[in-house]
T-cell receptor, first 116, second 113 residues
Framework: AQTVTQSQPEMSVQEAETVTLSCTYD???????LFWYKQPPSRQMILVIR??????QNATENRFSVNFQKAAKSFSLKISDSQLGDTAMYFC?????????????FGTGTRLTIIP | KAGVTQTPRYLIKTRGQQVTLSCSPI?????VSWYQQTPGQGLQFLFE???????NKGNFPGRFSGRQFSNSRSEMNVSTLELGDSALYLC????????????FGQGTRLTVV
């Protein structure tokens, strides 16, 4: 079983500032993937960044980076130099790394608003 | 290349009716997953198809079913609609060999009245 918890229902930050979204992921499995997805008002879920649990190095994609603390089951997303286009719902998700398993388990989401 | 295409985008149905939603995956993707998104329950996994076979199923009643065709296009069907089935239904496709990245469509907004 997997549990994904996002404890921040809403956040807001001034444009150009840095914001960190929190997520905890609990599973008994040792191999898994973690993701942050963004869902803007257009509704399409867009992959922001992914992390493989076995990798020590934290993933980075341009202004987006994660802080993955496996023992603490923590997987936070940092958005640097935030832009108005970053306004969206952000979902943390996990996927057990078993062949044939494509199921994503999502958290409840954090609504992020970037203030001009 | 074209993304994941879901049709229709919006649908209004009456309680007791049935509905079929369609999903065309990215060319070359053989895995198609379906999710239900509601304000109360969030995003929940419905089922996943690969090469016309259902590989995984979420915890939904038998009224929810799906299938996948030889060209990887998938349909999901909901019979005997209930008000609680009102939701955004999202489809995701993935290239199984490249694990860990699912591409989502824009969803079908189903409203049951």
């Amino acid at each position: 079983a997997q549990t994904v918890t996002q404890s921040q229902p809403e956040m807001s930050v001034q444009e150009a500032e840095t914001v960190t979204l929190s997520c905890t992921y609990d599973t008994s499995e040792s191999n898994y993937y973690l993701f942050w997805y963004k869902q803007p008002p257009s509704r399409q879920m867009i992959l922001v960044i992914r992390q493989e649990a076995y990798k020590q190095q934290n993933a980075t994609e341009n202004r987006f980076s994660v802080n993955f603390q496996k023992a603490a089951k923590s997987f936070s997303l940092k958005i640097s130099d935030s832009q108005l286009g970053d306004t969206a719902m952000y979902f943390c998700a996990g996927q057990i790394s078993n062949f044939g398993n494509e199921k994503l388990t999502f958290g409840t989401g954090t609504r992020l608003t970037i203030i001009p | 290349k074209a993304g994941v295409t879901q049709t229709p985008r919006y649908l209004i149905k009456t309680r007791g009716q049935q509905v079929t939603l369609s999903c065309s995956p990215i060319s070359g993707h053989r895995s198609v997953s379906w999710y239900q998104q509601t304000p109360g329950q969030g995003l929940q996994f419905l089922f996943e198809y690969f090469s016309e076979t259902q590989r995984n199923k979420g915890n939904f009643p038998g009224r929810f079913s799906g299938r996948q065709f030889s060209n990887s296009r998938s349909e999901m069907n909901v019979s005997t609609l209930e008000l609680g089935d009102s939701a955004l239904y999202l489809c995701a496709s993935s290239l199984v060999a490249d694990r860990g990245e699912a591409f989502f469509g824009q969803g079908t907004r189903l409203t049951v009245v």
